[in-house]
């Protein structure tokens, strides 16, 4: 009888949680307890977490600089989780990303110096090259998994590299700029964005193509369809980076964004909104990493740990239910990974 | 004549070696996925038993103790895996990914605090090539077989070893039945969760031992990202190898001829960002054309619950 009323008594806590947190149940559970290993390995690292988190905090939001910088690394991670979440949509996991972004990057390196004389008309005629590339990109593993039946993730994941080494290829030869630096030429500024506002226009545009992905259609169509969006949406992001960020495309170029663009759709439950606030949570962890590194002597590297064991828990059913219970679990919706092809 | 079996031995023997880490790797996921839990973090946890094997070597001088340290790594993430897949019944395909991003970002952390940058790792002791008297003296295979580092010797044995326990043992038929039909496993008394486990674990000292030749047989250190793919290539030479270690063996062998031969094109005929691109290419033609007829277990993916 008392196990029982335990039991009633801890979903009953539960259901109030799910009650006033309902979809939010997941993201917060695999945030809070992301926070609380990295608070151990923080105090591993012999620092203290409290220092190290108020001055991520700090670093992320404590000035228009600041913020300003939480921005920047925000905005790439709102195209790469849209690309996810537009494919999770229509029941598809879009790992390519991280190529996606890269041939979107490389496009609008190529174009905005080649279209640098027409100024600022320039500037959707590149962007739109760049959703062009990730586009295509994009719809090779869908053509593949839709039409030969190729596995649907370690295609895409394969052709990452593929897709590295092309815009790798691109940058050093025929796109190199003069002297002893690897790197693209740089864009004249007439063709530069400022790139927060074409981010958040974006996420309207990534939910109007969500449902145009969900429409009816023949399903081999609709596969291809689905990641070509997804790849879109990456590469209109490699492109805004290049125009908004770098000016010129370096070799190496450092992205990761696209792996990453995996757990802020997760964290957003795959909604536009929610993308938004999920890559605001990765985009401050990112800007606030260096002020935790000078502060504490913590290496900023803490923030990919962090991620990855947010992604890490952010589909754990049983854990969630070990947690508020089974009946609020419900209440916080569905599981989180139906709908996902395998 | 001479010059060209000094090739071929040469360029077998850069196969075995390219072959050597996709092969455990592939062994290694072939006992998670027939199990029934799908593994795409294989790159992760070569990569941080890779890792861990340097560090091992590096703070006792000794090769064994890196690779025990290694292989001690690869079945914590492993079992990291399993705990999200199996008790938590996360979606398996995120958990590998973030098992990948864990494995980059953790080994990027360590990096700095123990080595103070990142980058490359100092150089340690690591296993070396070991003649195998006689037998490397057979003319062309010789060298190219048997003058090889002893992780090179383990994988010949392992690969007919995971033949024999998961075709001829009693655990092995739990196994396959555990990936097909998890029901009836049940039914019939056995923990479908353990042996989904041990399917896990397995695949991560599998994988490890693949990640610690990286870093220790084919070079003597490590640097991040090392694994570049070879866990998703692993994975294509499973699938292509119908989840049957003979058959992986061979598809491995395969990419990793595919590898030999880019070290013989030419710089200056190719552009190098062409030659590093063809094993990836090649992986993903192979898929197209290959991967949708081969029929994965059929209770892959799916977490289990007992009714």
């Known amino acids: 009888v008392s196990q029982n009323a335990t039991g009633e008594r801890g979903s009953a806590f539960g259901r109030i949680v799910a009650g006033a947190l309902g979809p939010l149940v997941f993201p917060v559970i695999a945030i809070v307890l992301s926070f609380i290993i990295g608070a151990v390995i923080i105090l591993l690292t012999g620092n203290n977490p409290i220092i190290a988190y108020a001055s991520l905090v700090e670093g992320a939001f404590g000035d228009p600089l600041a913020l300003g910088r939480t921005l920047l690394y925000t905005t790439p991670l709102i195209f790469t989780g849209l690309a996810v979440a537009v494919a999770f949509r229509a029941g598809l996991f879009n790992i390519g990303g991280e190529g996606q972004i890269f041939v979107g990057a490389v496009t609008a390196a190529w174009l905005g110096v080649s279209l640098g004389s027409l100024g600022p008309i320039a500037i959707p005629l590149v962007l739109v090259g760049s959703l062009a590339a990730g586009f295509l990109w994009g719809a090779i593993p869908g053509v593949l998994k839709a039409y030969f039946g190729a596995h649907e993730v370690i295609t895409p994941s394969v052709l990452n590299y593929v897709g590295i080494y092309l815009a790798d290829y691109l940058a050093n030869n025929p796109l190199r700029q003069k002297g002893p630096i690897p790197g693209t030429e740089t864009i004249d500024f007439a063709v530069r964005i400022p790139v927060i506002g074409a981010a958040l226009g974006r996420a309207n545009y990534g939910f109007v193509l969500a449902i145009l992905a969900a429409a009816a259609r023949p399903p081999q169509e609709q596969v291809v369809l689905a990641l070509a969006i997804g790849g879109s949406l990456a590469g209109l992001g490699g492109g805004v980076e290049i125009l908004g960020v770098y000016g010129n495309m370096d070799v190496p170029w450092v992205s990761n964004l696209g792996f990453n663009g995996i757990g802020v759709a997760l964290l957003g439950r795959n909604h536009p909104v929610g993308v938004v606030l999920g890559a605001l949570l990765f985009g401050a962890l990112f800007s606030g990493a260096q002020e935790m590194q000078f502060a504490t002597n913590v290496p900023l590297e803490l923030t990919e740990v962090l991620l990855a064991v947010i992604l890490l828990l952010v589909t754990a059913t049983k854990l969630v239910e070990l947690i508020v219970g089974k009946r609020a679990r419900a209440l916080a919706g569905a599981r989180l990974e139906e709908g996902l092809g395998s | ?307």
Request: hydrophobic share 55%; glycine share 14%.
């Open chain 2, 1 to 307: 004549v001479e010059d060209l079996l000094g090739t071929t031995g040469s360029i077998l023997q850069s196969t075995i070696r390219n072959a050597t880490p996709l092969i455990f790797a592939a062994l290694g996921g072939l006992f998670s996925e027939r199990s029934g839990v799908v593994n795409i973090g294989l790159e992760g946890l070569m990569l941080i038993a890779a890792f861990a094997g340097v560090v091992g070597s590096f703070f006792t001088g000794s090769a064994l103790v890196g690779l025990l340290t290694g292989l001690g790594a690869g079945l914590l993430f492993a079992l990291i895996h399993a705990l999200m897949c199996i008790t938590f019944e996360a979606d398996q395909i995120i958990s590998g990914t973030a098992i990948n991003l864990l494995a980059l970002g953790g080994t990027a952390f360590l990096m700095v605090t123990i080595f103070g940058s990142g980058g490359t790792s100092p150089r340690v002791t690591g296993f070396g090539s070991v003649a195998i008297p006689l037998l490397s003296d057979i003319p062309v295979i010789g060298a190219a077989l048997f003058d090889q580092s002893v992780i090179v010797y383990l994988m010949y044995i392992m690969v007919p070893v995971v033949y024999f326990a998961v075709f001829r043992t009693t655990f092995g038929l739990r196994l396959r039945a555990t990936g097909e039909v998890p029901e009836a496993v049940d039914t019939a008394g056995v923990n479908v969760q353990r042996i989904r486990y041990y399917g896990v674990a397995l695949s991560g000292l599998l994988a490890a031992c693949g990640g610690v030749y990286l870093s220790m047989g084919l070079l003597t250190a490590f640097t991040e990202n090392m694994t570049g793919g070879r866990g998703f290539i692993a994975l294509a030479a499973l699938i292509f190898g119908r989840w049957n270690p003979i058959g992986a063996a061979g598809a491995a062998l395969l990419f990793g001829f595919a590898q030999a031969i880019t070290y013989r094109v030419s710089e200056q005929t190719v552009p190098i960002e062409f030659i590093q691109m063809f094993p990836y290419v090649l992986t993903i033609i192979a898929l197209a054309f290959f991967g949708g007829r081969a029929i994965a277990p059929a209770a892959i993916g799916k977490p289990y619950r007992k009714e």
